[in-house]
């Protein structure tokens, strides 16, 4: 709690509140977490098989295999293409680093692609002239909750024979004309990390894909590459959804959708609230998709300063991120690939402009309207 200057108190406002959400629905999901601890079954169990069901079910897949991370869906889903040393994923440099460290996990290059400026999701209409001999597959990701162009994306795959693997870690239940992210490309993979829109209480993740053969493999793989008990085809990893988090996915995946609408509907007051603000840009209109709203980010263009403006808000009682404030092709990890500064432009003014705001589907119209009258003061301090 602290005060400012017109003697008022104000709360801290902070980017994510889970214990709003926690409280609605504790009684249920503290009798599914007890059920599991009185069962004795914490590995794998009915509770796990029947969540990678329902999930199929939602995102509109045959199969689903649960793992312990998005990052590990990312890793097995690659492996199991048979994508290693030598070949070449194309990525967006504007991403969280797990979505191109796992390409250099298996062994293979990220092979980067700027993102169009309005969405900040990879450029569909700049893939082609990336892919060459060694590509293997596209890595689109589905950021902030927004959906790529998927139709652009799986002509240009379906016609240069490449495989999609989509990041959807940021997008659960987001769709794409239609038809759910996850449902498009070779396998969706996705993160139950607990602020993504469909959290765990701890880590969690999933790829779904709709070939058999294919989930037979990544499913093989994360039990350390067996089909059957003791008897290991290839080298794996040991990758589970524990059967608590099961439960507790198993619950909150029956308000998922309740939860995203009440995320559009703060997206949308901020559009009210926030016009106009001289130099102060809003995401624009998802058309022909439904955006999920993980993050609401802005840009905070020049003559403004975005960092100055984050410590006033800061200073003011709201808490706000830069997601991401590096992008990919000038992490130190990445230098030795050669990419200059202004090789990605759209992707590293991004990173100079961005700046996400408080969202979760519990933010008040009385928060949202405190927020946006503190940043018109950082702005103008
Ligand atoms: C969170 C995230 C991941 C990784 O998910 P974890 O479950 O944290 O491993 C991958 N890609 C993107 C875009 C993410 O936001």
Redesign the pocket.
Known sequence: MRWIALGVCVTQIPLLDLTRQYQTIAAEVERAVLDVMASGRYIGGDRVAQFERQFAQYVGTNECVSC???????YLTLKALDIGEGDEVIAPPF?????VE?ISAVGATPVFVDIDPKTFNLDTSAVDAAIGARTKAILP???FGRPLDMTALSDLAASRNLAIVE?C??ATGASWQGRQVGSFGRAG?????P??NLGAFG???AVTTDDPEFARRVRALKEHGATQRYVHEEVGVNSRLDAVQAAVLQVKLKYLDEWNEARRDVARRYGELLTPIPHIELPPETTDGVSVW?QYTIRVRPPLDRDRVRQNLQALGVSTMVYYPLPLHHQPVYRQLGYSVGAFPHAERACQEVLSLPMFPELTLEQQQEIVYRLKSAIDP
Not at 68 to 74: E, K, Y
Not at 189 to 193: G, M
Request: hydrophobic share 35%.
């Open positions: 312990n991370s998005g990052t590990d869906a990312l991403t969280f680093f797990a979505t796992t990701v589905h950021l990041d870690a940021q993979c996705f993160s139950f990390f602020t993504k880590d969690g993740g993980n």
